[in-house]
């Protein structure tokens, strides 16, 4: 995970194995700011574990009043999120 200046660039796969770890660290993150934005384009791979871990974010910044917006996410996300039918969710924090 990269940040700059609220962007947080995600690299490798959102998976079982990675997303456990990311979810508090996200949290410290959305934490410490107003808005915050994800940039996705670097993930290789993503599961049902990476979009867990999309929304646990997405939850953490609506109880805190944060802005956060999902950046550039890969196809395949875009369809898991599609087929787990919660796409219309996230509509609002894509770009």
């Given amino acids: ?3 700059q200046e609220g962007v947080i660039t995600l690299k490798g796969n959102l998976d079982f ?11 410290q993150w959305l934490a410490k700011t107003r808005s915050v934005t994800f940039d996705l384009s670097q993930i290789d ?22 802005k956060i917006y999902f950046k550039n996410p890969p196809a395949a996300l875009n369809a898991l999120l599609a087929v787990t039918n919660i796409d219309h969710v996230f509509a609002e924090c894509l770009c």
């Fill in 1 to 3: 995970m990269l940040c």
């Fill in 17 to 27: 194995t990675t997303a456990q770890a990311l979810v508090p660290q996200g949290c």
């Fill in 45 to 66: 791979n993503a599961d049902s574990a990476g979009v867990a871990l999309l929304i646990a974010w997405w939850r953490f910044a609506k109880q805190h009043a944060v």
